[in-house]
């Protein structure tokens, strides 16, 4: 089992930056961020292969997210620039441990992380 503890969310003004952590306690294939917004579905925002590196985005945040990761302290990052109203939703880190499945795929996430509120004032 990994368990996953998330920080960095908050309140921010518009055109503003937020980076976000989760801690893992183990290893997976993926980590993955989603979020989801009051009434909506969760949705996937990003994801990264946890040794190689390669990284997967929602058109929403493409060249304003970042995901990152440091193996040293199985830790992934989401660095969250130009941030808008609509990014404003509870933010959850989750790991895939097989590497069968899409990398949106939010079924197929096994441990998820609490979730962090971010909210982005206009």
């Known amino acids: 089992q990994v368990q996953l503890v998330e920080s960095g969310g908050g309140l921010v003004q518009a055109g503003g930056s937020l980076r976000l952590s989760c801690a893992a306690s183990?290893?997976?294939?993926?980590g993955g961020w989603f979020r989801q917004a009051p009434g909506k579905e969760r949705e996937f925002v990003a994801a990264i292969i946890w040794s190689g590196g390669s990284t997967y985005y929602a058109d929403s945040v493409k060249g304003r997210f970042t995901i990152s990761r440091d193996n040293a302290k199985n830790t992934v990052y989401l660095q969250m620039n130009s941030l808008k109203p609509e990014d404003t939703a509870v933010y959850y880190c989750?790991?895939?441990?097989?590497?069968?499945?899409?990398?949106?795929?939010?079924?197929?996430?096994?441990?998820w992380g609490q979730g962090t509120q971010v909210t982005v004032s206009s």
């Open positions: 989750a790991v895939q441990i097989s590497a069968v499945y899409a990398a949106n795929d939010v079924q197929r996430y096994n441990y």
């Open positions: 183990g290893r997976a294939y993926r």
